[in-house]
């Protein structure tokens, strides 16, 4: 916690100095997450008043012995819903064998019943499946369970040496970590950590082997990771004696919901996994029907994905929990509610909200209102509103779904192109290497040369819109704090610290097929903190846009529309700050900048977005922006240690344009 009392250059400010001692002070007495959330009334306690209001008493299950079988419970709850209240006797269990890659799947339909976990440990036997996976459920409520695995889900090695070019490192496996994925030669992908901290080094980049081999004559824990660049001492800050922690060579979601509707997950502890800690999606229809038990809007409270326990007869403690993002959201209907969380220790990004992005292959113009549209298959539903981008990727119109089908002939059906200049990293391969879906929709047809071949759909109602995220904690973990790109959205009162690529990033990417744009978002009250400490960065809080071009997508209108950046804090981060594009209706107000650029910048490495680094680097920044307006925000702190720092710029496509400087903060804001 003390890392950036050390990781600040002489010269800092007693008010920055200040600022820092003053937060980890609070940090130390559980002031984060911030009290003004804990004042208010959490959405898990309005969801039991509304669902459950009259409790009765609980009906145990008690397993037998220390197994616990997965079906039989689901025959026991299934036969005993009625009463409302279920519960589990406490005690640590072990489910052995995954069924499908799933341990405990709990796929019945279900309603209006609590199952209380309270107390209850499962332990799960394959390190590469999925520890849960839950659906079809209306108004039920998971309480309290903790999930582990029997054998970590993630790896772990020290490095004991490099070869000359920094292109092969030798490694150690402790004593009590798996060597599974060593011995399979796979290349994993790792992340450095300095040895006894638990985040990742600061000026560090991510390390995909080629592959793995084994150094048999040093010995049955010895391996070399070979990859295809330099990765040495002499390109980032690694050495003898670090920590490399890597990802699970396979994938599996830990905890899965697969739709759901007005349910309620409280209080789940999940310690480590193979892939996202949690992943929430739901059953998509080829017809464009969806079931009215998995259309979301659930509740998230309590949760925790945090470190594994040491492992028998290791020395040292795990570095990662999740193999990937700590809570990945795709496509649900209804938006969800995240609160009061702890997220920490996971290889990717800790909550991600999206819906996808389809490539439009062909297109039949019905009437001047209709037409029959051919994409690459993605979730879509009749009745829902489609967004049509044209090649600068900007807003062309909106449609209504009115029939989904798979595209004929089903399972040969070939595209009239096979190359997309917006997504190229799609394939167009004739089916089955790809799948498409036939779509006929109705409204005022945009142009044809803004709707054709190779322009981009998606469909606003699978986006995970309409969500809250509110006094979470993200912290210690590789890439960015939050990936958003939903609308209808808060984000409060969280806090994020030691995300190596950036703090709060709002975009959409066609190079993931996510989307998309945001409008009616509002991001108060949160603290972004140590963020951008690796060699990429995307910056403390990111609103922007890029277009195939790799250019800022332009307008007007643009695709962002109607947000809010209000009191937000910014500590020690030497990168960009806060940046602003592609975006109209946008209110910047009251933020504090505490320490920006107090030490050398460490993000220097190939930047994701095409933001200025030279000659100037700046705290605010802003392109392609209408209605901008900025006012009380302000700096804590002297100049900047990095030379040729302004406090903000703006290019002649923001109106009105922005202040020229950001002021020093009034003494009340600073604490």
């Not at 984000?491 to 998309?516: F, M, Q, V, Y």
């Amino acid at each position: 916690e003390w890392r950036v009392l050390h990781s600040m250059r002489s010269g800092v400010s007693c008010a920055v100095l200040g600022a820092t001692v003053a937060f980890l002070a609070r940090r130390a007495s559980g002031g984060y997450p911030l009290p003004r959330t804990q004042q208010a009334r959490s959405a898990m306690r309005h969801w039991m008043e509304e669902h459950h209001s009259q409790q009765t008493s609980s009906l145990v299950y008690t397993p037998t012995g220390d197994l616990f079988n997965p079906a039989l419970f689901e025959q026991w709850v299934i036969a005993n819903a009625p009463h409302r209240q279920l519960a589990v006797a406490p005690g640590r269990y072990t489910i052995p064998n995954a069924t499908g890659n799933v341990h405990f799947p709990l796929l019945a339909p279900l309603q209006d019943v609590v199952l209380d976990f309270s107390g209850v440990t499962l332990r799960m036997g394959v390190r590469t499946a999925t520890a849960v996976q839950v659906s079809n459920w209306q108004r039920v409520a998971l309480l309290g369970l903790t999930i582990e695995y029997a054998q970590l889900p993630t790896n772990q090695a020290v490095i004991t040496g490099f070869n000359p070019s920094g292109t092969a490192v030798s490694v150690n496996i402790p004593k009590g970590y798996p060597l599974e994925d060593w011995q399979s030669g796979i290349g994993l992908s790792c992340n450095v950590y300095g040895a006894g901290e638990h985040w990742v080094s600061v000026g560090t980049s991510d390390m995909t082997a080629s592959n793995v081999t084994a150094v048999v004559s040093a010995g049955p824990r010895q391996f070399q990771l070979h990859y295809p660049r330099n990765v040495g001492p002499s390109a980032q800050t690694i050495a003898v004696g670090d920590t490399l922690g890597c990802r699970n060579a396979k994938f599996a979601f830990t905890f899965h919901v697969d739709g759901c509707a007005s349910s309620l997950f409280a209080n789940l502890t999940v310690k480590g996994g193979p892939g996202f800690g949690f992943f929430h999606g739901h059953p998509s229809s080829s017809t464009g029907v969806v079931n009215p038990a998995n259309v979301g809007g659930n509740v998230f409270s309590g949760l925790r994905l945090t470190y594994p326990d040491r492992p028998v007869g290791a020395t040292e403690n795990p570095v990662l929990s999740a193999s990937a993002d700590g809570f990945h959201a795709n496509g649900v209907p209804r938006g969800l509610i995240i609160e009061n969380s702890l997220i920490e220790g996971h290889n990717d990004d800790g909550i991600a909200l999206h819906g996808q992005f389809s490539v439009i292959v062909d297109v039949a113009r019905l009437s001047d209102i209709a037409a029959r549209i051919w994409v690459t298959r993605a979730d879509y539903g009749i009745g829902d509103t489609v967004r049509v981008f044209d090649p600068a990727f900007s807003p062309a119109g909106d449609l209504i779904v009115t029939s989904v089908a798979p595209a004929s002939p089903n399972g040969k059906y070939a595209p009239p192109i096979n190359v997309s200049k917006m997504m190229p990293s799609v394939s167009l391969a004739p089916e089955p290497q790809q799948w498409y879906t036939v779509l006929e929709v109705s409204g005022p047809l945009p142009p044809v040369g803004r709707l054709g071949r190779d322009t981009v759909l998606f469909d606003q109602n699978r986006s995970c819109s309409g969500f809250t995220l509110r006094n979470n904690t993200i912290r210690n973990h590789r890439a960015r704090g939050m990936l958003i790109k939903a609308s209808d959205g808060v984000i409060a009162d969280n806090h994020i610290e030691n995300s190596t690529l950036g703090g709060i990033i709002i975009t959409p990417e066609l190079s993931w097929g996510e989307g998309s744009y945001v409008s009616n978002l509002s991001i108060t009250d949160n603290v972004v903190r140590s963020v951008c400490t690796g060699k990429q960065c995307y910056g403390g809080l990111a609103l922007a846009a890029i277009a195939p071009t790799h250019t800022f997508a332009g307008g007007a209108p643009h695709g962002h529309t109607n947000v809010q950046i209000l009191r937000n804090r910014f500590e020690n981060i030497s990168q960009m700050q806060l940046w602003v594009t592609s975006a109209d209706n946008v209110d910047v107000k009251d933020n504090v900048f505490v320490g920006p650029y107090a030490y050398p910048v460490v993000a220097t490495c190939c930047p994701p977005y095409p933001f200025p680094t030279s000659p100037h680097r700046y705290m605010v920044w802003a392109s392609q922006a209408t209605n901008l307006s900025m006012s009380g925000d302000c700096v804590v702190g002297p100049a900047p240690a990095v030379s040729g720092v302004l406090s903000i710029g703006a290019t002649s496509s923001v109106t009105p344009q922005p202040p020229a400087t950001l002021p020093q903060c009034p003494p009340s804001a600073i604490l």
